[in-house]
């Protein structure tokens, strides 16, 4: 069982920055990648950002690449995506979700992930 937990939401205007957090139980924490995902109203749910289990590897999504940097400290089970340069078009709850395969290829498809957060509502304002 694994328990994950967002923070760092909120509103920002255009141009500004957030940081989200996502920490997790478990204590195999460090043997498995971690993805941000985030869904817009009315919209799918989308692949924000990657990370491995060793933070060596690293992907993003086209719409995020170069504003969004994904990171994690694995001594204390915890997964960063800090937000810079955030657009309206970025407001949406964003997920963290834990794929529990130990030591798998970072993937993008959500259906690969086995644990999810409650997500944390991401808005920017015009």
């Known amino acids: 069982q694994v328990q994950l937990v967002e923070s760092g939401g909120g509103l920002v205007q255009a141009g500004g920055s957030l940081r989200l957090s996502c920490a997790a139980s478990?204590?195999?924490?460090?043997?498995?990648?971690m993805g941000w995902f985030r869904q817009a109203p009315g919209k799918e749910r989308e692949f924000a950002a990657v990370?491995?289990?060793?933070?060596?590897?690293?992907y993003y999504a086209d719409s995020v690449k170069g504003r969004f940097t994904i990171s994690r400290d694995n001594a204390k089970n915890t997964v960063y995506l800090q937000m810079n340069s955030l657009k309206p078009e970025d407001t949406a709850v964003y997920y963290c979700?834990?794929?529990?395969?130990?030591?798998?290829?970072?993937?993008?498809?959500?259906?690969?992930?086995?644990?999810w957060g409650q997500g944390t509502q991401v808005t920017v304002s015009s």
């Open positions: 478990g204590r195999t924490f460090s043997s498995y990648a």
């Open positions: 979700a834990a794929d529990l395969t130990p030591y798998a290829i970072p993937k993008v498809q959500a259906g690969s992930y086995d644990y």
């Open positions: 990370i491995s289990w060793s933070g060596k590897r690293t």
